[in-house]
């Protein structure tokens, strides 16, 4: 009888074990083995948006800024990345150029006179690239090189990236090289040598009181209408409009033209091409600011500024007896130089090796125009 009692006894102590894990499984499954899972990534989201770090720059390739999107080629800007051009563009054989700029959020820059660079934030980049259409002999485009300019808190620094032959990607060279290049111009094959510059060629065009510095983003130059994508408006109303130029205009600009406007005066187009090809060099403060002439848009008022009747301090030959000679280009010395393409001889110094056949008809109408000294 207590041998039953006993066994009774154990019976209930292993039916209740039983049921209290029974119990523990059924609340709590997570106890349950569960199969093993093999860990998902999270997606890896493209970065987007301009990079400029300026601890980083210049990058080694033209990509690393993020600047354009899609094909890099088809230099289609980001948001933030704002096209320009100026009323004259600059002569380099012949080349085609786009330019942008790009300023970091919530930064502006400054107006500080019709014939000064706007005044820049630290953080811009001005963007230039240069290209042919036409190209020989397939008749397509080939981009050459692009250019950035930086702002840092000590100055501006010079970033050129040269394009592969690819056409993919651009590679940060500062040393300077040549390429050969033949396109059809105006059904006509030209070719040239161009030049892509080193650091100090392009400090010897950039610079005022040796500090380096860009050249066509001045007030009386972005004055005029440009066909963006949104609608056609004035430029520094379009900078004032995205927040990148502070509304501080004087009311009235004294601005360059376009010097291939014929419907524009002949002494209008001369200054506006000489103002963008020379002036950043014959002014004060520059690279030949040790001769006689200082052609910058707002000083050529004066005809002696322009070297009209004034003799040169260099002589090529005795024939040259005025820098420009009243109705005489033979006897002008700027037009000698501008139709030169001897290195020692042709003017400008750098930034074309052939000559640049409108200006120099430009200056023989000029010329031809001007009758006395005055």
Not at 239 to 248: M, P, S
Request: charged content about 20%; proline content about 6%; overall charge negative.
């Amino acid at each position: 009888m207590k041998q039953s009692k006993a066994n009774s006894s154990r019976f209930m102590v292993w039916f209740c074990a039983v049921g209290a894990f029974t119990l523990l499984l059924f609340l709590f499954p997570s106890c349950k083995k569960k199969p093993t899972v093999e860990p998902v990534s999270p997606p890896v989201e493209e970065e987007t948006g301009v990079s400029v770090d300026l601890t980083k720059v210049p990058y080694a390739k033209l990509s690393d800024y993020r600047f354009f999107e899609g094909t890099m080629k088809d230099q289609n800007p980001v948001d933030g990345v704002l096209p320009y051009e100026p009323a004259s563009a600059l002569f380099t054989d012949y080349a085609h150029k786009k330019r942008f700029i790009w300023l970091p959020a919530g930064t502006k820059a400054n107006y500080t006179s019709d014939h000064e660079v706007l005044d820049f934030p630290v953080g811009t980049a001005l963007i230039k690239t240069f290209y042919y259409d036409d190209v020989q002999p397939d008749g397509g485009t080939r981009i050459i090189e692009t250019r950035i300019m930086i702002r840092k808190s000590s100055g501006w620094i010079f970033a050129n990236y040269v394009w592969n032959t690819q056409q993919t990607e651009a590679y940060l060279d500062m040393n300077g090289s040549y390429t050969n290049i033949s396109w059809l111009q105006n059904g006509q094959t030209k070719s040239a040598a161009y030049r892509i510059p080193s650091e100090t060629e392009c400090h010897t065009c950039h610079k005022i009181n040796d500090q380096p510095i860009p050249i066509g983003v001045k007030p009386q130059n972005l004055n005029v209408d440009y066909a963006y994508e949104d609608g056609t408006q004035n430029q520094l109303q379009k900078l004032i409009a995205v927040g990148y130029l502070t509304n501080n205009l004087p009311g009235n600009i004294v601005s360059t033209v376009n010097y291939m406007d014929q419907t524009k005066t002949i002494d209008q187009r001369f200054r506006s091409y000489v103002d963008i090809n020379c002036a950043h060099c014959h002014s004060e403060g520059k690279h030949c600011d040790y001769r006689p002439m200082r052609l910058a848009f707002s000083e050529t008022s004066d005809p002696i500024n322009l070297g009209l009747c004034v003799e040169p301090e260099e002589f090529i030959n005795s024939s040259l007896a005025y820098i420009i000679k009243p109705s005489d280009k033979n006897r002008s010395m700027m037009y000698y130089r501008l139709g030169s393409v001897v290195p020692s001889e042709r003017m400008p110094l750098l930034g074309r090796s052939i000559v640049h056949e409108e200006g120099l008809q430009l200056l023989e109408d000029w010329i031809n125009w001007k009758q006395t000294c005055n």
